[in-house]
């Protein structure tokens, strides 16, 4: 079997694949159970529009918290969730209402996200694929991303964890031992935020991988192909949203007290995932760039050699030959390396300021405190 009949007939088993929708996530699989049980409790027919379910999965989890508090007798729990209690119960009940709607909306965004990204090569990127090295690899990223069994047990186990280690530095900034409820609500919270946290790797791995696909890009100037541009577009998408995810997780620290104490984290833990998203997403996108750049930079060299190897110098047409190709030679060569300009650095900037103006917002006192010994 040659070559070209073997990418041919790959690319054809993954189309089929895809359109017969056999690659699902553990969000989609859940995402239809719930769609499903619904319909079948309210009898409806037609599926349920998406905010619906962020409405049910929201609700779910007060009403959960609530029972399990009541349950455990734990009476500070059962007054942050009824919005009584002392002032200084702001903060967790700030978190308490918009943790739940926050992570619920991340796990379907960054489900819509790796979505996109197949969406993309189903569409586009499937056919100028050009190795089946690179259709294999793109293959096993899907089996990853839809590998409901480790992303289970990585939601469960991540947010039972990080639950437990939130709960605990909590504990030790408010002075006193949190609650049972309180514990188990934080928990919930966070095996909602694990399931998007999962995904979010899975993307980090395909923008790793990146850099080893071969694909068919515009010979002359493969930074302005139409791929290289959509490519940059769909994985860029995602550095704001983990900016937002980033302010928002730096005001809660605020909320419960955790900020200063945790003010160097911002820096080096909240702003690290936007920094390795960005730089994954194009420095894979240069790679593929410059390999294209060099593939053709060789051809127009090989044809130049060529002509040199006849020796025929004296003949016009030859020199005019080598003239034109040595323009186009360096005409290749002096085309961008990289799918960045302006825009796409004051983008990343951008998101970069989010976690740092909620830094700032969260310590407003000390920052008028600065203010006011300036003269």
Known sequence: MSTNTALVEKRQELKSRLAAGEYATMIDIFL???????????????????????????????????????????????????????????????????????????????????HRIIDLWRDDLLEATESVTSLEEFEN??????????????????????????????????????????????????????????????????????????????????????????LSGVLSSIVYFVAVLAAYATLISALVGMLLPLGIIVVLVLWLPIIAFFTLNHTSLSSMIRRVKRKTLNEVQGKVEKLQTSKNFGNPETMDAIK??????????????SALDFGTYLS??????????????????????????TP
Not at 93 to 113: D, E, H, K
Not at 150 to 173: K, P, Q, R, W
Not at 183 to 205: E, N, S, T
């Open 32 to 114: 239809k159970w719930s769609d499903r049980l619904v319909r079948k409790i309210t009898r409806r027919s037609a599926p349920l529009p998406i905010w619906f379910i962020v409405a049910i999965l929201y609700i779910a989890y007060y009403l959960i918290t609530f029972m399990v508090s009541y349950y455990l007798r734990d009476e500070r729990t059962l007054a942050i969730l009824r919005s009584q209690g002392a002032a200084a119960d702001l903060g967790p009940r700030f978190v308490v209402y918009s943790a739940p709607a926050v992570f619920i909306i991340s796990m379907l965004v960054v489900n819509q996200y790796i």
């Open 141 to 230: 990223w899907l089996e990853t991303a839809c590998n409901w069994r480790l992303h289970l047990l990585v939601t469960l186990v991540g947010g039972l964890l990080a639950g437990i280690y939130a709960e605990s530095n909590a504990s030790d900034s408010a002075g006193v031992l949190m609650s049972y409820g309180f514990v188990f609500g934080g928990v919930f919270l966070l095996v909602y935020l694990y399931a998007a946290v999962y995904l979010l790797f899975v993307a980090i791995l395909l923008s790793a991988r990146l850099r080893s696909y071969h694909l068919k890009l515009f010979a002359t100037d493969p930074s302005s192909s139409e791929l290289i541009t959509r």
């Open 324 to 337: 034109r190709l040595m323009d186009y030679h360096d005409r290749v060569k002096g085309t961008r390396d």
């Open 348 to 373: 990343f900037f951008n998101s970069l300021l989010l976690p740092l103006i909620a830094f700032i917002l969260g310590n407003l006192d000390l920052v008028f405190r600065l203010f006011g010994r």
